[in-house]
């Protein structure tokens, strides 16, 4: 399989050239090391996104409109304070995106109770989970640490059956 960070970063960065929208390419950069701020670059246009391992200067991406609207930039800020494992400030953006601006989103609630649950809020995690299972009973994104959630917060003796 093989493959290396920066590879990885090129990889992404050549997704975004082709889809300036794919957030996931801005979730994926922010959890392999890419600074918020080269995400958030201030040029109209364009964006340097590189790793501070990277020796060579990256080329510029255009960047989606996107990255000027208040709820996105909170977002990736959000994802950005979840990769560096400051669980209480991402989910404290979690919530005033939740709040301000998605409050249906199941990415939104599965990143919040996630956060919250690694933060050791046990009681609010399975609450933002469970509103996400309810807006989504199909959803699969950590119903693994809901089941383990209401097993240990609720006592739920069914599912012991």
């Known amino acids: 399989m093989g493959g290396s960070v920066p590879e990885a970063i090129n990889a ?81 953006l979690y919530q005033q995106i939740d709040a301000q601006y998605l409050p249906q989103s199941t990415y939104v609630l599965c990143q919040l109770g996630y956060n919250q649950y690694l933060n050791g809020d046990y009681g609010q995690a399975l609450h933002s989970l469970q509103r996400a299972q309810q807006i989504n009973p199909l959803l699969l994104k950590h119903m693994d640490i809901l089941a383990f959630l209401a097993y240990t917060e609720c006592k739920d003796n069914s599912l012991e059956k």
């Open 12 to 92: 992404y960065r050549e997704c975004l050239k082709q889809n300036p929208n794919a957030f996931s390419a801005y979730s994926s950069l922010l959890a392999l090391g890419v600074k918020l701020n080269d995400l958030l670059h201030t040029h109209p246009s364009a964006a340097s996104i590189h790793h501070e391992n990277q020796a060579q200067q990256p080329t510029p991406i255009t960047i989606s409109p996107l990255v000027r609207q208040p709820w996105f930039r909170t977002l990736l800020q959000a994802d950005a304070c979840s990769a560096n494992r400051e669980f209480n400030e991402a989910s404290r």
